[in-house]
């Protein structure tokens, strides 16, 4: 497999539930990311890690819980979640943090629907 | 506040050249990308503007303007494929991304 992954395109799970998103890449990169992506709004950053340590966190609700093992692996563990935490899910890489260039390589997404 | 803005649709006639604009008003600027996103995929890699002028890469262009916060992403001999949706993302002096809302493209034949 090349590039980056994510596992499952699609998730449907009522409010009480809890749920995992993964993703994967295969590049190796050193940065991960963690978006939503809502119908006709820009790209929300969610999570960045840097060499497996969690650099930023926008203000996102604590029913959202990013995991990242090691730097080709990141988790994006769900509970809880209301109708409109709905939207696609992307993950992303870069090769590093920051630096000229450096452009993110995205992953297919996760569309979470929220019963 | 940071932000970026750019038309939510556009119309364009394949064969022809459509200009797609985008503004920015952000903390810092360490480079502005351009990435294409087809319906239900993900947003892939287009181009990359650091400094002031025109970026060619085959039928794209891209084009960047530092003093008037500006870019715009100019398509060629437009295709059928290229309708999609076309996000303009500015890295600030914390090198975050910040993304603009996207300009959906329709290509009519």
């Known amino acids: ?115 | 506040g940071q932000n970026i803005d750019q038309p939510t649709e556009m119309t364009a006639t394949e064969g022809a050249i459509v200009q797609i604009n985008c503004t920015y008003q952000t903390s810092g600027f360490n480079g502005l990308f351009w990435y294409q996103q087809h319906a239900g995929e993900a947003p892939t890699f287009l181009s990359y503007n650091v400094l002031d002028g025109l970026e060619e890469k085959g039928r794209f262009s891209s084009f960047l303007s530092r003093s008037k916060g500006y870019s715009y992403l100019l398509l060629k001999e437009l295709q059928m494929k290229d309708s999609a949706s076309y996000l303009c993302a500015v890295r600030d002096s914390n090198y975050q991304l910040i993304w603009g809302a996207g300009t959906k493209l329709i290509i009519k034949p």
């Not at chain 1, 939503?36 to 996102?60: C, D, G, H, I, T």
């Open chain 1, 1 to 115: 497999e090349t590039g980056v992954t994510q596992t499952p395109r699609h998730l449907v799970m009522g409010m009480t539930n809890k749920k995992s998103l993964k993703c994967e890449q295969h590049l190796g990169h050193n940065a991960m990311y963690w978006y939503k992506q809502s119908a006709k709004k820009p790209l929300e950053l969610m999570f960045v890690y840097s060499l497996e340590e969690r650099v930023e966190n926008n203000s996102v609700p604590s029913r959202f819980s990013p995991e990242c093992p090691n730097s080709s692996h990141l988790f994006l563990h769900l509970h809880t979640l209301q109708p409109e935490d709905s939207a696609l899910y992307l993950c992303a890489s870069s090769l590093i943090l920051a630096g000229e260039g450096n452009e993110q390589f995205f992953g297919p997404g996760t569309r979470l629907t929220v019963l």
